[in-house]
């Protein structure tokens, strides 16, 4: 499985972008997919995932009611709908996704085999 992150950007403080992660390879439908971000000079930190049907979320609190996480397994894409942006989620986003059997909504890096790129977010003051 091969993941793609893309949609990142500078936004003003209170905006909102929306990023996007592709799969390609050897897709299905049946995986979690997470959002992790990493700010300068931080470890990499958990932000939300989903699960196989959509139906199961999880989010990081600092994120809970701002941020969305949804998929479209059609089009093997998960989004992340990023409102009221604040200058502390500056970072750059990676998704990540778990196929193993007993794939679950987790926080830790450690779960997710299969990593995107990054795209850098930049939320200006």
């Known amino acids: 499985v091969q993941l793609q992150a893309f949609g990142g950007g500078l936004v003003q403080a209170g905006g909102s972008l929306r990023l996007s992660c592709a799969a390609s390879g050897r897709t299905s439908s049946s995986y979690v997919v997470a959002w992790f971000r990493q700010a300068p000079g931080k470890q990499r930190m958990f932000v939300a995932a989903?699960?196989?049907?959509?139906?199961?979320?999880n989010y990081a609190d600092s994120v809970k009611g701002r941020f969305t996480i949804s998929r479209d397994n059609a089009k093997n894409t998960v989004y992340l709908q990023m409102n009221s942006l604040k200058p502390e989620d500056t970072a750059v986003y990676y998704c990540a996704a778990d196929d193993s059997r007993f794939a679950s909504l987790s926080q830790r890096l450690t779960r997710y085999t299969y990593w995107g790129q990054g795209t850098l977010v930049t939320v200006s003051s």
């Open positions: 989903i699960n196989l049907s959509g139906a199961g979320t």
